[in-house]
């Protein structure tokens, strides 16, 4: 009886140490990615965009007519379901007397998308970021994107893209001004 209980016993404590080990091996390896993840897409790591990289490329300037930068590639991750986004963003402002190195409206992509995200506050921390960098009369901010999440998981719609769209300044109350970026960001 005390041999069977002894068997049972080490037996289970075995099993229970070849878990732990195995939950601590997982645990290490997750750490190891969290640490290589967050290296891996957060390459400018939640520095503010102004700071860090416009300094230097805000020009005062006597112009006052729409500039749009269309088509800026964006790469991503989705933070519910840490699979990538990708697409593409376009940004225009309308100028009060300062303007924005243009590879700077790139970069404030870039900052923003290398990081855990969700497509709809991208698109608004751009807006934002141009917004502080040259306080424009207007910011209008365009984003196109894949989920991997669709295409992988869950509903599998392989074509699907979602729009979305942060309107500020003129760009939000004056149609026409909202027409006109719309125009020149959907023409090929
Ligand atoms: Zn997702």
């Known amino acids: 009886m005390a041999n069977k209980w002894r068997h049972t016993h080490t037996h289970t404590l075995a099993h229970t140490l070849r878990l732990s080990c195995a ?18 897409i957060a390459t400018r790591p939640f520095y503010g965009a102004n700071k860090y990289v416009l300094n230097g490329a805000v020009f005062d300037e006597d112009h006052d007519e729409m500039v749009v930068v269309k088509d800026i590639e964006m790469f991503s991750m ?9 697409g593409k963003v376009s940004i225009g402002y ?7 190195g243009l ?3 790139a970069r404030i992509v870039e900052i923003f ?8 506050r991208l698109t608004k921390q751009i807006a934002v970021a141009v ?7 207007g910011v209008a901010v365009v984003v196109e994107g894949v989920h991997m999440c669709m295409v992988m998981r ?5 074509n699907s893209k979602t729009v979305t769209s942060t309107m500020l300044g003129v760009f939000r109350d ?3 001004t909202r027409e006109e970026f719309l125009n020149l960001v959907n023409s090929k």
């Open 154 to 158: 869950g509903v599998q719609k392989i």
């Open 94 to 100: 309308l100028p009060c007397n300062k303007i924005l």
């Open 23 to 40: 939950c601590v091996h997982i645990n290490s390896q997750v750490e190891k990615f969290n640490l290589r993840f967050s290296y891996a």
């Open 113 to 120: 998308s290398r990081r855990l995200q969700v497509q709809e």
């Open 103 to 105: 590879s700077k409206l």
């Open 131 to 137: 917004t502080q960098a040259v306080q424009p009369a």
């Open 174 to 176: 004056d149609p026409k």
């Open 78 to 86: 989705c933070e519910h379901h840490l699979v990538p986004f990708y």
